[in-house]
């Protein structure tokens, strides 16, 4: 019998496994997401992407501003599910809303359990240089991320990947591997395992302070630290434009050939150089307007060598 779900999530990245849950048959009587926010031109409220796909689906929708209520609680034992299936909500899951379902709560964590537990995973392995991460199906518990793995699928880290790029792949992944882990639930064989207690580490939220591209680290890190925060928020940087500073978001970058102070352009194609090494940089978006790749940048900015970033 395909299980009765509640699904829990927010952001583009929860589509998939919502999607590919209904697909295979299960009966998702709710969804929960964030409530709608101002957005875009006229400052408009907009569902969250959940909520759109969950409509169009023709699934009842839940925006409650908080699940610490006998409200809500009552509201979600209504709805008689086996399991919940929780992807990137956004919202702390109380003890007794945990306890509801009579199989438990189910979360798709974008990292490989203990390592990035919290709200960066995706941006944070990618920044600290990780060469791989993956995907995993955990049951949950009150603690941040501590619930016992069920099932992982791991993927490689390139150089060549931003965090879009990771996103998307991890995205497409965990809504496979959360289809499986509802099917071993389903026939009673999901097995659980704790997570080990070394090796824990915590991704935190990207802050604001820690865009700013820092030029006197090694060219391998300063790329990382480009990609793991490309497209958003962005890794930037400063040059002199005009006479004035201009601020520029480096999107994507190459591990290069040269060496000078760091921060120093290095020739016609955008190369920078590092405290070891350099990047060539291969896209870039100025303020307040569209990415563009870095040879239609410079048919209108050129750069010439010995100019410095900074």
Request: aromatic fraction near 4%; charge should be neutral.
């Amino acid at each position: 019998m395909p299980l009765r779900l509640i699904f829990m999530g927010t952001p583009d990245f929860s589509v998939p496994t919502l999607l590919e849950l209904a697909a295979h048959g299960h009966d998702i009587a709710a969804v929960y997401t964030r409530a709608p926010k101002p957005g875009g031109r006229g400052m408009r409220l907009q569902a969250t992407p959940v909520e759109q796909e969950a409509r169009r689906l023709a699934i009842p929708v839940f925006t409650p501003s908080t699940l610490k209520t006998s409200e809500a609680l009552e509201q979600f034992r209504a709805h008689k599910a086996d399991a919940a299936v929780v992807v990137a909500y956004g919202m702390i899951l109380p003890q007794a809303i945990l306890d509801t379902p009579a199989r438990g709560c189910f979360n798709l964590h974008a990292s490989l359990l203990p390592r990035w537990r919290g709200a960066a995973p995706i941006n944070r392995a990618i920044m600290e240089g990780d060469a791989e991460t993956g995907v995993m199906v955990m049951k949950m518990d009150v603690g941040l991320d501590t619930g016992d793995v069920a099932m992982a699928e791991r993927v490689a880290i390139t150089d060549q990947m931003t965090a879009a790029d990771l996103h998307d792949r991890l995205s497409r992944l965990g809504a496979d591997l959360m289809v499986r882990a509802m099917g071993a639930l389903e026939r009673g064989q999901l097995q659980l395992t704790p997570q080990p207690s070394e090796g824990v580490t915590y991704a935190a939220k990207i802050d604001k302070a820690e865009t700013r591209i820092d030029w006197n680290k090694p060219a391998r890190a300063v790329l990382r630290h480009i990609h793991g925060l490309s497209p958003f928020p962005g890794a930037w940087s400063e040059v002199s434009l005009e006479g004035a500073p201009a601020r520029i978001k480096i999107l994507r970058c190459l591990l290069a050939e040269g060496s000078a102070t760091p921060a120093t352009v290095l020739d016609d194609q955008l190369t920078i150089a590092c405290a070891e090494g350099a990047i060539r940089i291969t896209e870039l978006q100025r303020a307040g307007k569209a990415p563009m790749k870095a040879a239609e940048f410079l048919r209108g900015t050129p750069l010439k060598p010995g100019v410095r970033f900074h």
